[in-house]
């Protein structure tokens, strides 16, 4: 019976396989991918940004769209370089695939405004953004 005899053989063969990486734990969970995300936006992080895009990423955002990670990339470093208004963001929720967040844009300002990314993540990267404004945000009372 000559199958048996090649057991030891294929046993070797398996051994020196290179094991695929294992990922961080919550790498590709939408959630942990978008959180990272987020932080990395308030602290102007435009590599960190960058880790968490796909290469053929697509962002519909209100006066523009963009697609792949280089125009993403450029958006981001015109973005910081002009001081655009402070954000706050967080997570909102997470429903399948999609990470939504929450902003502020100039948080406890007069005329400060709120509204949404919705954020596609496969694979632990984001494949998808798109961003809205919703309005002005509503004064203490």
Same mark, same amino acid.
């Given at each position: 019976?000559?199958?048996?005899?090649?057991?030891?053989?294929?046993?070797?063969?398996?051994?020196?396989?290179?094991?695929?990486?294992? #990922? %961080?734990?919550?790498?590709?969970?939408?959630?942990?991918?978008?959180?990272r995300h987020v932080a %990395?936006?308030?602290?102007?992080?435009?590599?960190?940004?960058?880790?968490?895009? @796909?290469?053929?990423?697509? %962002?519909?955002?209100?006066?523009?769209?963009?697609?792949?990670?280089? @125009?993403?990339?450029?958006?981001?470093?015109?973005?910081?370089?002009?001081?655009?208004?402070?954000?706050? #963001?967080?997570?909102?929720?997470?429903?399948?695939?999609?990470?939504?967040?929450?902003?502020?844009?100039?948080?406890?300002?007069?005329?400060?405004?709120?509204?949404?990314?919705v954020f596609i993540v496969?694979?632990?990267?984001?494949?998808?953004?798109?961003?809205?404004?919703?309005?002005?945000? @509503? %004064?203490?009372?």
């Amino acid at each position: 019976m000559p199958f048996p005899r090649m057991y030891p053989f294929v046993a070797v063969v398996l051994c020196t396989l290179p094991l695929p990486a294992l #990922a %961080a734990p919550g790498a590709y969970d939408p959630g942990a991918v978008v959180t990272r995300h987020v932080a %990395a936006f308030a602290a102007h992080d435009v590599d960190g940004l960058m880790s968490d895009y @796909a290469d053929d990423v697509i %962002a519909v955002l209100p006066d523009t769209v963009l697609q792949g990670k280089a @125009a993403m990339r450029g958006w981001f470093v015109q973005f910081f370089k002009a001081s655009g208004p402070p954000f706050d #963001a967080a997570l909102d929720r997470v429903e399948g695939d999609a990470g939504i967040t929450h902003w502020v844009a100039n948080p406890g300002a007069p005329g400060a405004v709120q509204g949404y990314d919705v954020f596609i993540v496969r694979g632990g990267k984001i494949r998808f953004q798109t961003s809205m404004g919703v309005g002005p945000v @509503a %004064a203490a009372k």
